[in-house]
């Protein structure tokens, strides 16, 4: 059901339904409004909650807001939550997103 | 009295326009919008609350999309507003306030107020002041929101019944424009200098203000008595009796003293040994031109042209320039109009920027360097001004002109401006007097290189004591070297006036060193043509060069510039025209600068 491939394995994780996947911010803004708004953007088509998690706290990725108040600096880590498998595509964009520094 | 009275607070402040008031303080909030009430919405009302925060959120919309059509170029900024827009509809300030509206049964001001209020304080929380400033965008897009759902806000200035102090963090332009004036009897203002735009209007109507007090709005409560004094800077917040009867009498006092000296305006500044300075006025809305008329003003030896380029969301045409400079030059029939071309960063200036952040924009791209860098928006102005020219008495200015190349440059502009012009068949004037201000350093020294490639100078003493002596004017902890009578200031100050005079061009001094009485026996005796104040200055200055011996400031001058410090010349000015200046000034203004 969820297609990943080898070299990703060992940075999901999978639990339930939900699948988790740990990215570092790489940008020097960090997660900032753009940055923010072009991961909710993403998430309006998503078939659940997709949640963006720091230490305790987590945020819901389809708000900019939400998103903001995590406070993520360049250097934090955070993990990117979905709740429904078939968002897997919505949770691989957002990674490659994170790892390509947001195009900046 | 019958009523405890908390204890008497006396502020200080900047001195941005004369005058003496007494009265009750209105608050308005910091965001320019009005003090946000809350009330409740009956059940059957819920609904058109909620429909009026989506239309709200709509119109707020449709702005920014306009904005993000109209700015095909500007990839970064249309970006940034694609990212507020998403914001407007986000679920935690969106979804929030909705909710908000539902559960808690208050309106959608409130409602929004609320929830920004909470989102601000989890950003201030933050110890990265970085992260922190994220919070601004969230701002920037409630603030958008709620001008859109009060929309009112002016009504509720405009429905105050009595007459009031307006209190407020900044006033903007459109701010100002809105307010009834006739309610208002003085100004407070956290932020702001003497030229800023609360300053100016202030002035133009007469209106007493003290601004740049910085926690006016955190202490003054609205209904609180004060008493403005505009003449020195003073705020007081619950006056004593004492005081308040010492105020009632100063206000009569300088209301009288404003009486004499305006119905003597009309009269020429002609030294006593017959020397004719002209006395113009300085002004930046094309409605000050009345009261350069009538404070007597031989002329307008500045106009600033920068306000209709600010906060809106693209610059002014052609013919909009043309008609308010026309507008202006015709109400002055043959005296000069100065016309000075755009003095700012342009780019920064509209509604919604987000140009790139200049450290120090003080020394960044402004005034005439923006101008170069766009010349196509520079020609735009150009050609409105040229076109104003065969109307009246025109005089181009640029301003802050730090290089020989740059008047060659803008020269070359001009040109293109009027072959431009002449190829429309539209009617204009190119054969008008080319002048530059001198407020740079570099500009002072090579006056000799500038003199030949314009007909006159203009000092702006406030930008060049600024650059001179290296002062941030913002910067409350060195003010205190901010002196006009600085013997370095003096010294350039001659320069110039010696190498325009060596040169055959004309001096003039615009900026707020001629507006101040005591400087006027230097001026005189440097050998200005021509001084330029604001409007309401112009009576008093031209009263005390009345009074005043062209023959006895020569060596007068010759002394002040042996003096080493800016008290001493101080110290010589009062020594020297002490009398003469006490005799015809109000008593308040004869002091060291501050």
Redesign the interface.
Known sequence: MINITSSEKENIVVSGKSVFRDVIIKNE??L???SA?QI??LVQNSKAAVWIKRGDEKA?A?????I??L?C?KGSTITIIIEDPADIDILKAIAEMVESEFGE | MSEPTANELILKGINASPGICIGKAYLVDKEGVDVVEKYYIQEDKREAEIKRFKSAVKRAQDELRSIVDNSPEELQQA??L??HM??LK????YGKTLTIIDSEHVNAEWALKTVVSN?KS??QT?T?S??KE??S??VHVSDLIMRNLVGAKTQDIAAIDKRVILVARDLSPADTSQINLERIMGFITDRGGKASHTGIIARSFEIPAVVGLENATTTIKSEDLIIVDGNTGTVIIHPNEETLVEYEEQKIRYEEYKAVITRESHVQATTTDGFRMEVMANIELPEEVVAARNYGGDGIGLYRTEFQYMNRPEFPGEDELFESYKDVVEVMGAKPVTIRTLDINGDKALVNSYGYDEVNPVLGLRAIRYCLKKPDIFKIQLRAILRAAAFGNVRLMFPMISAYFEIQLAKKILDEAAESLLKDGLPFKRDIDIGIMIEVPSAVITADLMAKEVDFFSIGTNDLIQYALAIDRGNKRVAYLYQALDPAILRMLKHVADVARDKGIKVFMCGEMAATPHHIPILLGMGMDELSTNPQSIPVVKRVIRSIKLEETHPFVADALKQTTAKNVFKLVRDTYGEILADHTYSGSFKLDQ
């Open positions: 803004l960090g900032h409004a753009r708004a909710a953007k819901d389809s708000s900019i807001v939400d903001l108040t406070a600096e | 970006n940034i694609e990212t998403a914001l986000d679920k935690m300030l989102l989890i950003f933050m990265d970085y992260l994220r919070a965008d969230i």
